[in-house]
């Protein structure tokens, strides 16, 4: 049939979805990409020939189902996390937004509420609306600190069903204690999700939100291998909680939701994990000179506890960011007034950055 093609508008589209923009960031063929998070270190060479050789074993059954509860991965997973946790408390899903969505679906959907402490990870109101909850947005305090009475008190106000506590948060770096994660548990009538994507990168003597799951049957505690262990092409996210609340993720995902193929690749990684999380020790170097030498420059670097710094004091991010851009550089505009956000990469990245970033100064 001819004629003109139709547009969104024109479908019958859930009403509640009009309007509404996709979750995207910028991807350009750039030198240097620093603008999604991603650990930009490659794969290690023997972990990746394990990795391969576990995926070709798995393709010799590729054509059976794969294990549909992902028995041997989620052993790796409560290896991996430690602090007591079985494998009866581990749920995985293809990257951590799958697991969050499982959350919600089980817990959120039509008539019921979402809260965040914003600004916070902008997959959590596109989540929390595509399953057909609403959003609630709180606040946060003095370079975007979240304090525990306060926080109460607006999980209180709000009662939601299901809270988020992004732990480092995300796009701001900013840590968040375990007493804040406390008070909120005690405040909150449903299910509370920390989300620890960052959490490798924070100072290694910090308590994982992992240490208060206990007794705690609506605690959430989310992690992502797209991070620490560089694999975010993979998507493999997982979480761990009481094992009734596994069961209930249970009633929301597809069949067979993990591939086989998925499967291999993340307990391969799962096997390499100290070699994997090496490099974690040289992205934190990284994002430190960064926050140093942004404010060198005149900047305003916040406190981070992840693989990436949000720095302020950008007159015009926008034109700071395209003429990054047409320096090579791809970097992050978060929507945050006078704020811009870069993802600490290899030295050789993070040189360029910064070179890119002071040579705008010079060219002023």
Not at 28 to 56: F, G, K, R, W
Not at 153 to 176: I, K
Not at 301 to 329: E, I
Request: glycine share 8%; hydrophobic share 45%.
């Amino acid at each position: 049939m001819g004629g003109v093609s139709p547009r969104l508008d024109d479908l019958p589209l859930r009403d509640d979805l009009r309007g509404m923009t996709p979750y995207g960031a910028p991807q350009a063929p750039l030198p240097v990409a620093l603008n999604v998070n991603e650990n930009t270190h490659p794969v290690p060479q023997d972990v990746a020939d394990d990795i391969m050789d576990s995926i070709a074993l798995a393709l010799r059954d590729v054509n059976r189902y794969p294990d549909r509860e992902f028995t041997a991965l989620r052993e790796g997973f409560a290896e991996y996390l430690g602090h007591g946790v079985t494998r009866e408390q581990i749920w995985a899903a293809n990257g951590s937004n799958e697991v969050l969505q499982h959350v919600l679906q089980a817990f959120a959907g039509p008539g019921r509420t979402a809260f965040g402490f914003g600004p916070t990870y902008s997959m959590y109101p596109l989540l929390t609306r595509a399953t057909g909850a609403e959003w609630v947005a709180g606040t946060r305090g003095a370079d975007y600190v979240v304090d525990a009475a306060d926080a109460a008190a607006q999980v209180a106000d709000a009662a939601t069903d299901v809270v988020f506590l992004c732990s480092p948060n995300n796009p701001t770096g900013t840590p968040l204690g375990l007493d804040v994660i406390e008070a909120v548990y005690e405040a909150s009538r449903g299910v509370v999700v920390v989300d620890e994507a960052y959490f490798e990168f924070a100072p290694r003597d910090e308590r994982s939100a992992l240490t208060l799951l206990p007794g705690r049957e609506r605690l959430v505690v989310s992690r992502t291998m797209s991070k620490a262990f560089a694999f975010a092409g993979a998507r493999v996210g997982y979480l761990a909680a009481d094992p009734a609340f596994v069961d209930a993720l249970r009633l929301v995902r597809l069949p067979y939701h993990l591939s086989a193929l998925t499967q291999a690749a993340a307990s391969a990684a799962l096997r390499h994990a100290p070699t994997m999380l090496r490099m974690v020790d040289d992205i934190v170097a990284q994002r430190d000179r960064i926050s140093a030498t942004v404010e060198a420059l005149g900047y305003v670097p916040h406190t981070t506890w992840t693989n990436f710094v949000l720095f302020g004091g950008v007159t015009d991010p926008a034109v700071t960011w395209q003429r990054l851009y047409d320096r090579g550089v791809l970097i992050r505009d978060v929507g945050i007034p006078h704020h811009l956000r870069v993802t600490a990469g290899t030295e050789d990245e993070t040189t360029a950055f910064l070179d890119a970033l002071a040579s705008l100064e010079s060219d002023a």
